[in-house]
């Protein structure tokens, strides 16, 4: 049980570049979402998605795609960066089942990202 | 739209000793949860503790606990004992319990340096 998983850890782009920030689950979590945590500021919503085959807008979401064809995996796609995406994005997921016991959601480990 | 303020941008303390970083939130609903993450210098987002709303009680975990004033709407956490390992960004964030994106709306974050 490998948790939430993120690859790259790291990655340098150039403006205008389009890159993939993959996101993996092994939980069976219906609920997975997307952040960035940008200097002095809490972690935003940029999408999320309840479940295979659906997605929605968060708080920040342009400038990025999201699509979820199984439950494991919710790839963020960056089609042409720009530095004000320079950031570090952490992938998230729960069950979304109201059980209190598992409210919690799991954050992988980020990708630090930077925009030339 | 709910918000969350965390006041002390930075706190220290003495090993051994107790500290209390402060929380405040925002919210028309009467059903959420609260959380405390921690993030150390690696990054992971950290689950410390958490509340639910429809509960008087004040959760604690180990070492962590905290004072839940719903009708304040204030959220702080203790840590007593301090040890170095406990150095590190805390995050308080908010979450509705039902309906729509369910987020994780974090507050702006207390660095906490534990000094020997």
């Known amino acids: 049980n490998a948790g939430v998983t993120q690859t790259p850890k790291f990655q340098v782009l150039k403006t205008g570049q389009s890159m993939t920030l993959q996101c993996a689950q092994d939980m069976n979590h219906e609920y997975m979402s997307w952040y960035r945590q940008d200097p002095g500021m809490g972690l935003r919503l940029i999408h999320y998605?309840?479940?295979?085959?659906?997605?929605d807008q968060g708080e920040v979401p342009n400038g990025y795609n999201v699509s979820r064809s199984t439950t494991e995996d919710f790839p963020l796609r960056l089609l042409s960066a720009a530095p004000s995406q320079t950031s570090v994005y952490f992938c998230?997921?729960?069950?979304?089942?109201?059980?209190?016991?598992?409210?919690?959601?799991?954050f992988g480990p980020g990708t630090r990202l930077t925009v030339l | 739209a709910q918000t969350v303020t965390q006041s002390q941008p930075e706190m220290s303390v003495q090993e051994a000793e107790t500290v209390t970083l402060s929380c405040t939130y925002d919210?028309?609903?009467?059903?959420?949860?609260l959380f405390w993450y921690k993030q150390p210098p690696s990054r992971q987002m950290i689950l410390v503790i958490r509340q639910e709303a429809y509960k008087q009680q004040n959760a604690t975990e180990n070492r962590f606990s905290v004072n839940f004033q719903k009708a304040a709407k204030s959220f702080s956490l203790k840590i007593s004992d301090s040890q170095l390992g406990d150095a590190a960004m805390y995050f308080c964030a908010y979450r509705s319990r039902w309906g729509g994106a369910q987020k994780l709306v974090f507050g702006q974050g207390t660095r906490l340096t534990i000094n020997p």
């Open positions: 919210t028309s609903e009467s059903d959420y949860y």
């Open positions: 998230a997921s729960r069950p979304v089942q109201e059980n209190p016991r598992l409210s919690t959601q799991y």
């Open positions: 998605s309840v479940g295979a085959g659906i997605t």
